[in-house]
């Protein structure tokens, strides 16, 4: 009994500090990362999201840098109910290509790392709450609808490193509409 609860302790300790360990791009240019992105991607595994899993599809957004380092990044998605969008600033941090900014939703402070990024067709953004696994996210977003198969595939393993269930990877189909 003992070994299984050192055990179970260490797997949280280790899930719990390989987002610690998650590092930004390299030289992160957030001028160069500016403009119209797709969410083509999506690792979730909060058990609140499980039924709209296969409602979700990919969402258009827009990312602006702000004159004091901030960026502003407006989502568009398409629900039954019509288009909705949401105005997110992150807010710049001693790291490039690390942001804060504060949840509505779960009414924290959450870190965003762009993790990955060729600036011209896709990024990998790792979201998370260092305290609670439940909200961490990591998003693949590209300049299209469609990338390859192998950045695809980048952001699953990235995925599955971090400790999200294989069902918990997405990658929605387009929206209609």
């Known amino acids: 009994m003992r070994l299984t609860l050192f055990t179970i302790a260490m797997t949280i300790l280790l899930l719990e500090e390989s987002k610690a360990d998650v590092l930004p791009q390299k030289n992160f240019d957030v001028q160069k990362f500016a403009g119209k992105w797709y969410r083509v991607g999506l690792a979730y595994d909060s058990t609140a999201f499980v039924p709209y899993r296969d409602k979700l599809r990919i969402s258009m957004g827009m990312v602006e840098p702000q004159d004091n380092g901030n960026v502003s990044m407006t989502m568009w998605s398409i629900r039954p109910t019509g288009c909705k969008s949401k105005v997110y600033v992150y807010e710049k941090t001693a790291t490039p290509g690390v942001f804060s900014y504060f949840s509505t939703r779960h009414n924290k402070v959450k870190d965003i790392t762009v993790v990955e990024t060729n600036y011209t067709e896709y990024a990998i953004v790792f979201k998370y709450k260092k305290v609670n696994r439940e909200y961490s996210q990591v998003s693949l977003y590209g300049r299209t609808q469609k990338l390859r198969a192998d950045v695809v595939e980048k952001f699953r393993s990235f995925s599955l490193a971090r ?10 189909p387009p929206s209609s509409g």
């Open 163 to 172: 400790g999200f269930p294989k069902e918990s990877i997405l990658t929605p």
